[in-house]
T-cell receptor, first 113, second 112 residues
């Protein structure tokens, strides 16, 4: 069965420092990987995705993610964090064998001024 | 404006009283999906639909029904709600399953 793990419930980063939010996955076929962000009292917004091609994917608001097939990881990164990046971040995966989409449990990111 | 709309946004009901949460999208998307969000559990897919008249179970379908009679609409039906269905529900749509999803604003449901 496919699954997504976000090992950290919360990540704290000082403003201006680089940030990483971790995601590992397990699928039986090739993965389609996504990151979404949820601001307080809002729906989810798409950040970026990996389908195929370059392992480094660039997305919205300066975020990027690196697909690592051998480690089955898709960590979200940003070179310099902003206080406005504080939110709940979700990693999601869809495999190529069915159309289900599995989300991780989410990581709350706190950017400290 | 491209959007996914859900109604109602908030609902308090009692055990056993049938309810429907509507979902509509104006982007001509093929794929639609319902999720529930619970603290510590993230988002879990309830049902999804690849196209009109095509629906499939997600990971937590028990106690829910859906229908897809028109491409734009994907209502979620709780025939006999129970307190464990108290949750925040999101509808989402995308062109296909491997495209990014657009999410509705959410429906907060409380079942007493």
């Amino acid at each position: 069965a496919q699954s997504v793990a976000q090992p950290e419930d919360q990540v704290n980063v000082a403003e201006g420092n680089p940030l990483t939010v971790k995601c590992t996955y397990s699928v039986s076929g090739n993965p389609y990987l996504f990151w979404y962000v949820q601001y307080p009292n809002r729906g989810l917004q798409f950040l970026l995705k990996y389908i195929t091609g370059d392992n480094l994917v660039k997305g919205s608001y300066g975020f990027e993610a690196e697909f690592n097939k051998s480690q089955t990881s898709f960590h979200l990164k940003k070179p310099s964090a902003l206080v406005s990046d504080s939110a709940l971040y979700f990693c999601a995966v869809r495999n190529t064998q069915d159309d289900k989409i599995i989300f991780g449990k989410g990581t709350r990111l706190h950017i400290l001024p | 404006e491209a959007q996914v709309t859900q109604n109602p946004r908030y609902l308090i009901t009692v055990t056993g009283k049938k309810l429907t949460v509507t979902c509509s999208q104006n982007m001509n998307h093929e794929y639609m999906s319902w999720y529930r969000q619970d603290p510590g559990l993230g988002l879990r897919q309830i049902y999804y639909s690849m196209n009109v008249e095509v629906t499939d179970k997600g990971d937590v379908p028990e106690g829910y029904k859906v229908s897809r009679k028109e491409k734009r609409n994907f209502p979620l039906i709780l025939e006999s709600p129970s307190p464990n269905q108290t949750s925040l529900y999101f509808c989402a749509s995308s062109f296909l399953a491997f495209n990014e999803q657009f999410f509705g604003p959410g429906t907060r449901l409380t079942v007493l």
